[in-house]
């Protein structure tokens, strides 16, 4: 059965650091998402994207963050200039259309030191 | 706005034991409603979904759950719980809007004791 796969599995970093988180969504999914699970706190919405534009976005989803699609296959979430609030679990997301179910990865444990 | 409540944070169950997790919801507009599950260091895996067509809903591994809109509620069941159901029960909900953003209870930690 088809997956979305993230890597890597876990980061650590340093304040002010960039960090490029990485998806490979499902082959024939067309819509790409990303959420964040801060420890203790509800999973979040970050940002939505399709035909290589963000269709829709969250307020967190502010200037230091960009998404990308780099190449057929990867789907990825920049942190320009990591905060220790970004300290989170961050889920990629894909579906085939806009309206159908959304298929997770296992996430990206991310700790900003 | 839409909002999500999960009505227990933690439920402890025997093995063979039914199991029903609660979840409430608000929504301006038609909601399309969806449990996901997740078993440590796995992703969220959908566990079934309602989209304004039967009002009962039949997932994966005997899971069901209920669309009543006079209660405004969704919540989960299973006649007999294994332990392997043992994980964290995120309901979900999306309005039905075009928005594809999906908004999340805060989750209910199923324990199924032996």
């Known amino acids: 059965e088809p997956e979305v796969t993230q890597t890597p599995s876990h980061q650590v970093t340093q304040m002010g650091q960039e960090v490029i988180l990485r998806c490979v969504p499902i082959s024939n999914h067309l819509y790409f998402y990303w959420y964040r699970q801060i420890l203790g706190q509800k999973v979040e919405f970050l940002v939505s994207?399709?035909?290589?534009?963000?269709?829709?976005k969250s307020e967190i989803f502010d200037d230091q963050f960009s998404v990308e699609r780099p190449d057929g296959s990867n789907f990825t979430l920049k942190i320009r200039s990591t905060k220790l609030e970004d300290s989170a679990m961050y889920f990629c997301?894909?579906?085939?259309?806009?309206?159908?179910?959304?298929?997770f990865g296992p996430g990206t444990r991310l700790l900003v030191l | 706005a839409q909002s999500v409540t999960q009505l227990d944070s933690h439920v402890s169950v025997s093995e063979g034991t039914p199991v029903l997790l609660r979840c409430n919801y608000s929504s301006s507009y038609s909601p399309s409603l969806f449990w996901y599950v997740q078993h440590p260091n796995k992703g969220l895996q959908l566990l079934l979904k309602?989209?304004?067509?039967?009002?009962l809903v039949k997932g994966i591994n005997g899971f069901e759950a209920e669309f009543k809109k006079s209660e405004t509620s969704f919540h989960l069941t299973k006649p007999s719980a294994h332990m392997s159901d043992a994980a964290e029960y995120f309901c979900v909900v999306r309005m039905d809007t075009g928005r594809r953003a999906l908004t999340f209870g805060s989750g209910t930690r199923l324990q199924v004791q032996p």
């Open positions: 309602y989209t304004s067509a039967a009002t």
């Open positions: 997301a894909s579906s085939e259309y806009t309206q159908e179910t959304q298929y």
């Open positions: 994207f399709y035909n290589n534009e963000i269709s829709e």
